[in-house]
């Protein structure tokens, strides 16, 4: 997939035109795989009809060329712990730790346009669009190491970031190796299955709360995330 | 122009002209930059403002700022030393004994004044010196929790 004929709107077979503000969204955030969702698609996650959300696209997460994971969201951490929920789901999704998934929140130029954090709808409703997304993510990747690895997706396996042949766990890539300097976007032209309950392993189980150690130092991390506040 | 006055803040000496009704939190969070102590009801009832003057809670947003001539004032950011956490930093952390975070620089340092007088402080004993400190998350059974492992660990400074 061509990222020059994505944003020339160029039809290409079960991909959508990215719109051009996007396109600015993708210069900030460089390199690294970038998985987009419809905004329809969005606001029907969002369990709200599509004209009272933006009509754009919105970024859910990226792979950095180190390896690390960045979510964005449109909600904010006011103590209801969202900040670590959200970074679970990522990590259990994405098969890579807890530490190294960073989330943005509540940047209204990174994160997708959210009407509030209200209703406990962040977790129902904004954190099964974050799976999905990133079980598409997963599967970009499983794609990428099957031809690195010369080995089919199908016959793959995950464990911390790195991707390794399932009989001979030698043969193995790293989520950074496969994303070091390259950009590729894809939509979620479809549902991404994502991980029955059974599989998780970060999920539902206790975690050092993301913003604890800024709220007991002083540094920042108030109600909403503000330093200072 | 306010006469300066001399004090210091997290063992760092500090001298800082001051008018005489500046409160001490506004000198901390405007003058110094000192964030980590919350404005909350202005009139000493929440404990989201405390810090520590010599040792002792005080509620900063009501205690003049000129009183602390001469004295030494700890707040939040001064309590880890070389980085390492204090004891109560670690175990409010590790006993998730916050949500939103507002009120837990206070309830640290409130709870580092209690184990100063009382190391090894009864249950009874945290929650009546702690009870002037409201948490509107409602932490209170985790914060106690925190309090009691942090004594037990040798919290006391």
């Known amino acids: ?161 790195v991707v390794f042949v399932r009989e001979d766990p030698d043969r193995s890539v790293s989520y950074a190796t496969l994303t070091q300097g390259r950009a590729i976007e894809r939509t979620l032209d479809r549902r991404a299955p994502i991980k029955a309950r059974a599989d998780h392993r970060v999920c539902g189980r206790e975690a050092l709360r993301a913003d604890a150690l800024d709220k007991v130092t002083g540094r920042g991390g108030g109600p909403g995330g503000r330093p200072g506040s | 122009m306010a006469e300066p006055i001399r004090f210091r803040v997290n063992d760092r000496a500090t001298s800082l002209p001051v008018d005489p009704d500046r409160t001490l939190l506004w000198l901390l969070r405007t003058e110094l930059g000192l964030t980590g102590a919350k404005y909350g009801c202005g009139a000493g009832l929440c404990g989201a403002c405390t810090v520590l003057v010599d040792g002792e809670a005080v509620r900063s947003c009501t205690y003049p700022a000129r009183r602390i001539e001469g004295r030494s004032v700890t707040t939040i950011e001064g309590l880890a030393v070389g980085g390492r956490l204090h004891p109560l930093q670690e175990a409010f952390a590790a006993h998730d004994a916050l949500q939103c975070g507002y009120c837990t620089p206070g309830m640290i340092l409130t709870a580092h004044a209690l184990l100063a007088r009382n190391a090894r402080p009864t249950r009874d004993e945290i929650i009546e ?13 985790r914060i106690v929790q925190a309090i009691e492992a942090a004594a037990a660990a040798g919290g006391a400074p």
């Open chain 1, 1 to 161: 997939v061509s990222l020059a004929r994505y944003t020339a709107g160029e039809p290409d077979a079960g991909y959508r035109p990215i719109r051009l503000d996007r396109r600015e969204m993708l210069k900030l955030l460089g390199s690294g795989i970038v998985i987009l969702i419809p905004g329809g698609e969005a606001a029907l996650a969002q369990g709200r009809s599509g004209d009272r959300y933006p009509d754009d696209f919105n970024a859910f997460l990226r792979i950095g060329a180190d390896g690390r994971v960045t979510g964005f969201s449109g909600k904010i951490e006011m103590g209801q712990g969202i900040h670590t929920s959200l970074a679970q789901m990522l990590a259990d999704e994405l098969d890579v730790p807890l530490a190294s998934v960073d989330m943005v929140m509540g940047d209204t130029l990174l994160c997708p346009a959210d009407m509030a954090t209200v209703g406990s709808r962040s977790t129902r409703e904004y954190g099964m669009a974050l799976r999905r997304a990133a079980a598409q993510a997963r599967a970009v990747l499983l794609e990428l190491a099957s031809d690195r690895l010369g080995s089919p997706a199908d016959g793959l396996a995950v464990r911390d970031g």
């Open chain 2, 129 to 141: 010196f702690m009870d002037a400190n409201l948490c509107r998350c409602g932490s209170y059974q």
